[in-house]
């Protein structure tokens, strides 16, 4: 079992920054890759950044070179720095792990956080 729990949403302008946090805790060992994935009002979720277990990162054509994804093993915390905001980038966003594929590739989710960008 993991959990996640997203932090640091809020309210930015355009051209901002912001910077979520997501803790994990449970079977941190048991977790292959984190991702954060976006879902604006009325459409639907959408995958922004990803990070796996050795450290590979990647990010969506929409938000590449201005959001990046890190993380911090001691803290078992996976950040997204998000620079450069736009009006686009306004939406709730998720924290999401999955396990090993050995250990059947579960998805466990966060409750999100509100992000939005103001023009």
């Known amino acids: 079992q993991v959990e996640v729990a997203e932090s640091g949403g809020g309210f930015v302008q355009v051209g901002g920054s912001l910077r979520l946090s997501c803790v994990a805790s449970g079977s941190i060992d048991s977790i292959n890759f984190m991702a954060w994935y976006r879902q604006a009002a009325g459409k639907a979720r959408e995958l922004v950044a990803t990070i796996t277990r050795s450290g590979r990162t990647n990010t969506v054509d929409s938000v590449k070179g201005r959001f990046a994804i890190s993380r911090d093993n001691a803290k078992n915390t996976v950040n997204l720095q998000m620079d450069s905001l736009k009006p686009e980038d306004t939406a709730v966003y998720y924290c999401?792990?999955?396990?090993?594929?050995?250990?059947?590739?579960?998805?466990?989710w966060g409750q999100g956080t509100q992000v939005t960008v103001s023009s």
């Open positions: 999401a792990a999955q396990t090993r594929p050995e250990l059947g590739s579960l998805w466990y």
